[in-house]
């Protein structure tokens, strides 16, 4: 009787041990230290100001492998969400192929609104790790339905292609396509973008993640919440080396952070920021031998946009009309559209293109893919260790 009293009291205690009322997780996709140094540096050199997240006190770094080794998104945020490694494309379903819970569904039982934005589609990997249960990250189907029945508060991203023809109704949501002036107090789904988010560089006036945020902190005031902001487009510039619209996205990034910044000096002792990223993408490295920031030419067309104009070029003179091209990449262009295979990032019209770019400005990109390069943590509450693997950060906070 008292060993099963003693059971009691000790559950008791850790489900009333949770020391934090608001809890926003922002996740960097694919934002290695290079990364967040360069965007620094580069808002140094144009505003002579740092980055927000820079203004956390404390800091440490995060060990990003899967078991596969090289982490994809899904296995990274597995282990973030529900402190377990797995295999990669695996979206918190365990190395035996059993189902393992992420922190939202411990904290929504609690009674705890939990929020989901991404400047992705919602069913990507990253949002995904917030409330699906997939062996394949692109089973969207199922991810979709486990949306639905996650009873989650707030879903803001891309994807209105996906729920085109789904009726949320009956799962007890509104879906809408804008953000509102004033939020709807029940469940919502916000879709905002076709797709994933348009980039910055080719839209300054997209739905900024500090806009989606405000949002979020507007409909849950009074609550008690958990909020997963990714920055998801800036790794897609990373595996194209397109280094401009990456700073753009960090930066669009770290504005959302201020946001929650702002926030925890409001409410100081409930608040718990975590600021990081689930793995490094592109082998980025600053300097070959110099680096010359002013070199740094802000563009008006992402690597995306690149490829769209180039596959609407009937040839190279039409191809650099449009683009405003100085540079000379008519062999590229021809080498590219005599091959058979689809335009990518890695085709030699787009890949000279940035070559030529970060040349100029002693910037190097390794890889078009991730790496296992540390990642950054920042927090406005002081952890123990300075490298964590990132299966423990929900664990050296104390969250549960």
Known sequence: MKKILLVFLLALLGYFSFS??????????????????????????????????????????????????????????????????????????????EKILPITYELKKRGYKIGVITTNTIIDATP????????????????????????????????KAYFKDRNTKEYGYLYTEELSKIPFPGNEIVMLYYGNFTFLTDDPKRVTLEETLNYALSKFKGSPFFILIEGGRIDHAAHAHDTYSLINEILDFDNAVKVAIDFYKQYPQETLI??????????????????????????????????????????YEEFQEKLGLTLDLEKEFYDTKNSEENVTYQSPIIKSFYEALNDAVGINWSTFGHTLDYVPLFSNVPFDKNIISNNEIFSIFEIY
Request: charged share 20%.
């Open 274 to 315: 975590i600021v990081t990223a689930d793995h490094s993408t592109g082998g980025l490295s600053l300097g070959d031998g110099f680096l010359a920031l002013n070199k740094l030419q802000p563009t008006e067309f992402s690597y995306e946009k690149l490829i769209s104009t180039f596959n609407q070029s009937k040839n």
């Open 20 to 97: 934090f009322d608001y809890v926003f997780l922002f996740i960097a996709d694919g934002m290695g230290i290079p990364h967040m140094q360069l965007s620094n540096m580069y808002k140094q050199y144009l505003y002579t100001d740092q980055l927000h997240m820079l203004e956390l006190p404390y800091y440490g770094m995060v060990e990003t492998s899967s078991i596969n080794g090289v982490t994809d998104s899904a296995a990274a945020i597995t282990a973030i969400l529900s402190k377990e490694k797995t295999y990669n494309d695996r979206i918190n379903i365990n190395p035996d192929d």
């Open 128 to 159: 995904a790790g917030a409330y699906s249960f997939v062996e394949n990250r692109r089973d969207y189907q199922e991810i979709m339905q486990d949306l639905l029945e996650s009873n989650f508060d707030l879903f803001i991203g891309g994807g």
